[in-house]
């Protein structure tokens, strides 16, 4: 079996719910959360399929570019997928499920980059799977953000649109934020204490700017929430600091694979 027929179908599932979505907000209505929720879940599944035959080779974890955004991404829906069930976070999706079609498709026709095969077992591996629910968890942090944003604008120039009317109170949102955020910075940092363990010549001259740009990201997330904690940071500071964290974890990360994969070619 190939991986075009999921991630065609998880592409036209992603898109269909968030049509529904953005039909029933330009209607200023609630969106049927049982067919969003039913629509998330089966491209969820479908792009898993598509993904277990692009990462699953013979030669080991084909971790490429691509892969690694689609597989993000995944996780990413998997988690806001599980959250919705006790809170009220179905608003991410209207961002979420589009990136998740985008990544499906990329992962399936985007040129394939020079990375090689992960054929590592045990340590390294949890130190992946670390690594890829962190960035999941502070990717939607960035885009409850966004969305706070949005909010927090059209409230103070009261003009609420259908979307904004959909939101929770602008204070559960701010909590949703700082959840997302102390959960990923959890997890990020056993991602970096399993790298240090696990990985070999962490500051080598392939890791060394992931590893000291995931420091500072770490650093970045790390003041933030004592900025929350002790000085009662929000809205635009709070918005500030997050994207500030999430654009040094992503040059990090997806930084370092583009130029390695596709530039010099290593």
Request: hydrophobic share 55%; with cysteine.
């Amino acid at each position: 079996m190939t991986a075009l027929l999921p991630s065609l179908l998880a592409a036209l599932l992603y898109l269909a719910a968030s049509t529904h979505q953005g039909i029933a907000f330009k209607r200023r209505q609630t969106p049927n959360q049982r067919l969003l929720g039913g629509l998330g879940l089966l491209a969820l599944l479908a792009q898993s399929t598509a993904l277990q035959q692009q990462l699953l080779g013979g030669n080991g974890l084909t971790l490429d570019f691509f892969n690694a955004a689609s597989l993000i991404a995944a996780s990413v829906i998997g988690i806001t997928l599980l959250a919705n069930l006790r809170m009220p976070v179905s608003n991410l999706f209207l961002l979420l499920f589009p990136l998740g079609a985008l990544t499906t498709l990329l992962a399936q026709w985007a040129p394939t980059g020079t990375s090689q095969p992960i054929n590592e077992q045990g340590g390294i591996l949890a130190h992946i799977l670390l690594s890829i629910t962190a960035y999941g968890l502070l990717t939607l942090a960035v885009f409850q953000s966004l969305l706070l944003l949005i909010q927090d604008h059209q409230l103070k120039h009261k003009h609420p649109s259908g979307l904004i009317r959909n939101f929770p109170p602008l204070q559960t949102m701010e909590s949703l934020l700082f959840s997302f955020l102390l959960a990923g910075w959890l997890l990020l940092s056993l991602s970096l204490i399993s790298g240090w363990i696990y990985v070999d010549n962490l500051f080598g001259q392939h890791l060394a700017h992931k590893t000291v740009l995931s420091c500072f990201a770490w650093v970045v997330f790390a003041v933030l929430l004592w900025g929350r904690h002790q000085l009662g940071w929000r809205g635009h500071t709070a918005i500030r600091w997050t994207l500030a964290g999430f654009l040094l974890l992503m040059l990090a990360y997806f930084g370092s694979k583009l130029v390695r994969e596709f530039i010099l070619h290593i």
